[in-house]
């Protein structure tokens, strides 16, 4: 059967245009994550990685997506307990699936401002050898001293350069892995840039995908021109459908100039979804998980990472504060900022104001990443119309629970995608790339007309 076959839509319904891409993605960062539920387990027990990624490749995924940080976050000085503390690495985790997964793509995040291209590249190279050429790498920077006081390196690099250095760093890993010849001989490498100036030969042969899938997050100006530049699937969110295809345009718009076409960038935002037997009951469960998420300790915690103050005597079911926030007085390190402070504060006020919320309902309003909601046959609807409305091309779902937080998605939506011939019915390819629709990249000119 061929792989257009595969995707066919039951007789009596409009042809597709564009499959459905699914990625998982392991659960525990932020607040996300509901760990008081009875059913949470260890997000450092391999047998946790193991469920999850095993329930992925039951449901047809792409990949496995692991999240990172380099430091662990503080608030007031000390470190924040609700946050995950004590993951382990995540290269060393994927090689460790890549022997209980046989199709999944292992996608990894590693920090281009912190590492060396040499070494980086050489263990993307070694996960893609072990599992086949199913490896994938997501680039992420940082431009903040608290990180980089545990490299010895402190604000050493300025916030404009961090997607210049990666864009280099990316550049010179490819260099490195194409550096072997089409016959399997190592051949010497050099790269000089205005970041790297390092010379060699490097240790192992052209990965299978010719270089493993390259990932970038972030939604930024800055963020969507290097992900147009060199990326290979982008992982974003969005709020709303109308969000999504304006994203969706920007990005795409921007490949040409690169010579790149609409296939060569997989925009694959991060959503969650409850399911139901009714739609009441989805969205009951959908309020539950949100009240669970953002507790009372949790919402005075995002209070005062936008006012930058001790909050520690309101009273999380009373009012927003009347103080004006302190700009930049560092009360919580690590973390992401929401924008300015001061306009945050007095978007969250009018809200509050327009819909009587309390702090926590006003924190649960403002920062619920965007769901899917309802029974699994409209939430198969509502996925299958953000792709072909091109709003997006995939999802990566972020499930609240460890590690069975996908199990109901793959059991009852996956059957509804096939049903609908939005999504495969078997892994027609044995590698990452192929899972994603990407072509393998070609060796550079130097390179062709070289046989074996």
Known sequence: MTSTAKYRRPRGRRPLNKHIHLAAHFPGVNNTT?????????????????????????????FFFLAEGLRLREHKGRVHDLDVVGRPESLTVLNALAAVTERLGL???????????YEIARRFATLDH????????????????????????????????????????VATARELWDSWTPQGEPRPFAHTGQHFDIEGAFTLPRPPQGHPVVIQAGDSPEGRE???????????????LEAGRAFYADVKDRLAKYGRTAEDLKIMPGV??????????????????????????????????????????????????????????GLSQGRTKRGDPRVVAEQWRALSRAKGLSIRQTVI?????????????????????????????????????????????????????????????????????????LKEPVRPAREEGLTA
């Open 130 to 169: 072990l599992s086949g050429g199913r490896a994938a790498w997501n680039v992420v920077t940082s431009s903040d001293a608290f990180t980089g006081e545990n490299f010895r390196r402190g604000g050493y690099l300025d916030r404009a350069d961090r997607y210049t250095r990666a864009a280099e760093f």
């Open 272 to 329: 969650t979804v409850v399911l139901g037997d009714t739609a009441a009951e989805a969205q009951e469960r959908a309020a539950g998980i949100r009240r669970q998420q953002v507790s009372p300790q949790n919402a005075l915690l995002t209070l005062e990472q936008v006012w930058g103050v001790d909050l520690s005597s309101y009273d999380p079911d009373g009012p927003l504060p009347d103080i004006d926030p302190v700009v930049d007085s």
């Open 226 to 240: 290097f992900a147009a530049s060199a990326a290979d699937v982008i992982f974003t969110r969005h709020g709303t």
């Open 365 to 437: 309003e403002t920062t619920t990443r965007q769901s899917f909601i309802g029974t699994p046959q409209a939430v198969a609807a509502e996925l299958d119309e953000f792709v072909q409305s091109d709003a997006a091309d995939g999802f990566i779902l972020v499930p609240h629970l460890t590690p069975g937080g996908l199990d109901e998605f793959v059991d009852q939506v996956v059957p509804l995608l096939q049903e609908r011939g939005a999504y495969r019915t078997e892994y027609t390819g044995t590698t990452l790339r192929s899972h994603l629709g």
């Open 107 to 117: 996608a990894a995040t590693v920090n281009a401002t912190f590492n060396e291209p």
């Open 34 to 62: 509901v760990w008081t539920d009875p059913r949470s387990r260890s997000q450092i027990d391999f047998a946790s990685f193991e469920h999850l990624a095993r329930t992925a490749e039951r449901g047809l995924f792409d």
